[in-house]
């Protein structure tokens, strides 16, 4: 089973509008962590938002927001306002408190902000 | 995450030489991990190391694969006798420090390895 599962491969949004990227993850842990990263046609990965599995408040930064939803695995990430530069691929990914430390990536969502 | 330095950017290589690629983590930072992303794909772990010690490296295959994290200098992804199939983006990324959750982990710009 993935572990990370991004079931939006493209998306298309206007300008402006909300765009919320979906991510579901599969863990046993009781601790863990989450990550949202931006990949733009450049290539660099760009840390967007962390949430952890004992943080009570949804985590913020800027326009970015993360949606997490602990009984259904769930979490979302949320840019309000959308700009043209947020078009990128974006990665959600998961840092378990058990095993190994890398980050489990997900096979990410290309996002295209339209005028 | 500019702070972590990935050199060269772009490497291209003929089929059986070796790749190097080289990671130079954010300064404070002594935990290093090393992703390979295939095309159209997400990241994959390969390694994590501190210095001096491979904490793990269940992501490495098992052969041609080396990486290390001296006392002094960067850490080194080695890759021998290369083929095709490693062509890919190589990304290293260091955090300050490793178990636990909420340690957050930042990303070099990425070696892309050509092997033609």
């Known amino acids: 089973a993935q572990k990370i599962t991004q079931t939006q491969p493209g998306m298309f949004v206007q300008e402006k509008e909300a765009v919320t990227l979906d991510c579901t993850y599969d863990?046993?842990?009781?601790?863990?962590?989450l990550f949202w990263y931006k990949q733009p046609s450049s290539g660099e990965m760009i840390f967007l938002i962390y949430?952890?599995?004992?943080?009570?408040q949804n985590a913020t930064e800027g326009r970015y927001s993360l949606n997490f939803q602990k009984a259904r695995k769930s979490a979302n990430l949320v840019i309000s306002a959308s700009q043209l530069g947020d078009s990128a691929m974006y990665f959600c990914?998961?840092?378990?408190?058990?095993?190994?430390?890398?980050?489990?990536f997900g096979k990410g969502t290309h996002l295209i902000i339209q005028p | 995450n500019a702070g972590v330095m990935q050199n060269p950017r772009h490497l291209v290589r003929r089929r059986g030489q070796e790749a190097r690629l080289r990671c130079s983590p954010m300064?404070?930072?002594?935990?290093v991990y090393w992703y390979r992303q295939l095309p159209e794909e997400g990241l994959k772990f390969m390694v994590y190391?501190?210095?001096?010690?491979?904490?793990?490296e269940s992501g490495m295959p098992k052969e041609r694969f080396s990486a290390e994290f001296p006392k002094e200098g960067p850490s080194i992804l080695r890759i021998q006798q290369v083929v095709r199939g490693d062509s890919a983006a190589y990304f290293c990324?260091?955090?300050?420090?490793?178990?636990?959750?909420?340690?957050?982990?930042?990303f070099g710009e990425g070696s892309w390895l050509t092997v033609v």
């Open positions: 990324a260091s955090s300050p420090r490793g178990a636990s959750s909420g340690n957050t982990i930042y």
């Open positions: 863990t046993s842990d009781q601790s863990y962590g």
């Open positions: 949430q952890g599995s004992y943080d009570e």
């Open positions: 990914a998961m840092r378990e408190g058990s095993g190994a430390d890398g980050l489990t």
């Open positions: 300064k404070g930072h002594s935990h």
């Open positions: 190391l501190q210095k001096e010690n491979i904490i793990d």
